[in-house]
C-alpha cells in the first residue's frame, strides 16, 4: 500500500503519516505538507499524483481560518473544494482510493441532537459552504468523506490545545456554554482512517468524531481535571458574547454510528480527552 498525504504539516496530517508508516512502513508513505503541494494548483496536483501513483489518497489539505474566510472566500474555495476536485480528477486517473476529511460545520447547529450523515447540511457561513463543496467533489466508487469535529492534539493547536497551554500555565480559559461538540483526538482520526482503508466499507460519507458529547466549559472542565489543574481558572462565555465574524453553529455534536458498524468504533470524548492530557504532563 503506497499511501500520500496531502497537507501533511497540518493540524492532522502529522498523525496520519505517522499512523501510516506504522501500518505499512515509512518508505509506503509520502508526506505532502503546502510547501511541497498545493492543492489549489490542479496542475501540479496532476502531476504530483501522477508521477507518484499511491494506491491512497488522504487529503488533509485545508483552510481552516473560519474568520477568516469570511474575507477571503476564494482563498477558502481554491483549497477546500477546488482544490479537492483536483484531487478526486488526479485519483481516478492512477486508479487510487481518496479519504477527504469534512467538519460538522457543514450543518447549521439547530438540530438539538447529533448529525447523522443523512440529514441535510446547511451551511452558515463561507468556510463551512466550501468544505460542503469539498465533500460534493470528493464523492465517487472509490472515495470516503471523514466528517470529524474540534480536532485537537495537532500540529497546529485547536481548542483543547490552547485550554491546556492555558492550564499549565496558570491562565484564565474562555469557554462557551451555548456550544456542544464531540471533540476528536487526531490520533484517534488517524488510526480509524488506517482501520478504514483495511477494511474497505462501502465508499461514501462517514462521521468520524469522539463519543458522546459536551458543552465547551464541560469539556474544559474534564480537561482541567485531567491535567490536575485542582483550581481551574474557567470563564463561562456564550457565542453572542464573543460575536465572531463568522457564525458557529450551536449544537454540531457527530454521531458515528455508520463508521462503527463497520468495526471501527471512535473512544468517548472523555476517554480521546484523558489520553490528550497524559501526553501533555
Not at 499512523?19 to 511541497?36: C, M
Not at 481554491?78 to 484531487?87: L, S, T
Not at 488510526?191 to 478504514?196: Q, S
Request: glycine residues 8%.
Amino acid at each position: 500500500m503506497k499511501v500520500v498525504v496531502t497537507g501533511a504539516a497540518g493540524r492532522l496530517g502529522p498523525a496520519l503519516v505517522r499512523i501510516a508508516a506504522a501500518a505499512y512502513g515509512e518508505k509506503a508513505v509520502v508526506a505532502l505538507p503546502r510547501a511541497a503541494l498545493d492543492v489549489a494548483d490542479e496542475a501540479a496536483v496532476r502531476e504530483t499524483i501522477g508521477r507518484l501513483r499511491p494506491d491512497a489518497i488522504l487529503n488533509a489539505a485545508a483552510y481552516t481560518d473560519v474568520d477568516g474566510a469570511e474575507d477571503n472566500a476564494e482563498t477558502a474555495l481554491a483549497v477546500n473544494a477546488f482544490g479537492v476536485r483536483a484531487i478526486k480528477k488526479a485519483a481516478v486517473e492512477v486508479g487510487a482510493n481518496l479519504v477527504h476529511y469534512s467538519t460538522d460545520f457543514v450543518f447549521d447547529g439547530t438540530k438539538g441532537e447529533p448529525y447523522v450523515e443523512t440529514d441535510d447540511p446547511n451551511p452558515a457561513a463561507v468556510y463551512a459552504a466550501s468544505k460542503l463543496l469539498g465533500e460534493w467533489f470528493a464523492e465517487g466508487p472509490n472515495s470516503y468523506v471523514l466528517r470529524v469535529e474540534s480536532l485537537f492534539g495537532g500540529a497546529h493547536g485547536g481548542t483543547i490545545d490552547r485550554m491546556a497551554d492555558a492550564f499549565l500555565a496558570g491562565r484564565e480559559v474562555h469557554a462557551f456554554t451555548d456550544r456542544v461538540v464531540s471533540p476528536s483526538y487526531v490520533e484517534d482520526v488517524a488510526a480509524a482512517t488506517i482501520a478504514l482503508l483495511g477494511r474497505m466499507p462501502a465508499p461514501g460519507l462517514y462521521h468520524c468524531a469522539s463519543t458522546g458529547h459536551a458543552t465547551w466549559m464541560e469539556v474544559a472542565g474534564e480537561l482541567a481535571r485531567q491535567l490536575n489543574v485542582t483550581v481551574p481558572d474557567i470563564r463561562p462565555t456564550t457565542l453572542e458574547e464573543m460575536a465572531l465574524k463568522a457564525p458557529r453553529p450551536k449544537y454540531c455534536a457527530l454521531d458515528s454510528e455508520k463508521l462503527a458498524a463497520t468495526g471501527i468504533a471512535m473512544p468517548t470524548w472523555q476517554d480521546a480527552v484523558a489520553r490528550y492530557a497524559r501526553s501533555r504532563l
